[in-house]
Nanobody, 121 residues
Framework: QVQLVESGGGLVQAGGSLRLSCAAS????????MGWFRQAPGKEREFVGT????????YFADSVKGRFTISRDTAKNTVYLQMNSLKPEDTAVYYC??????????????WGQGTQVTVSS
């Protein structure tokens, strides 16, 4: 069993930055690739990016590439999503998840509760 808790969301102006955290616990979390997804009102959950637990590889959606980065602190069992140059269209609830590392939400076994990010224009 893996437990995930996100934090760090909030309200920011366009062009600003936020860093989201995802704290993981549980005996088997190290076996999973960690993903970030987001869901805006009325839209499907959307892939943002992934990082292998070793931290050696990351992958991002085209919509955030060059603006978002993912990192991890293995000592703290925490994964971070650094979001720069934020745009109003980045507004969504952001979720971290543990799973296969694909772009499909259904391939992830564990999810956090989500954290709201709102970008004002």
């Amino acid at each position: 069993q893996v437990q995930l808790v996100e934090s760090g969301g909030g309200l920011v102006q366009a062009g600003g930055s936020l860093r989201l955290s995802c704290a993981a616990s549980g005996r088997t979390f190290s076996k999973y690739t960690m993903g970030w997804f987001r869901q805006a009102p009325g839209k499907e959950r959307e892939f943002v990016g992934t990082i292998t637990w070793s931290g050696t590889r990351t992958y991002f959606a085209d919509s955030v590439k060059g603006r978002f980065t993912i990192s991890r602190d293995t000592a703290k069992n925490t994964v971070y999503l650094q979001m720069n140059s934020l745009k109003p269209e980045d507004t969504a609830v952001y979720y971290c998840a543990a799973g296969s590392g694909s772009m499909r939400p259904n391939d992830y076994d564990y999810w956090g509760q989500g954290t709201q990010v709102t970008v004002s224009s």
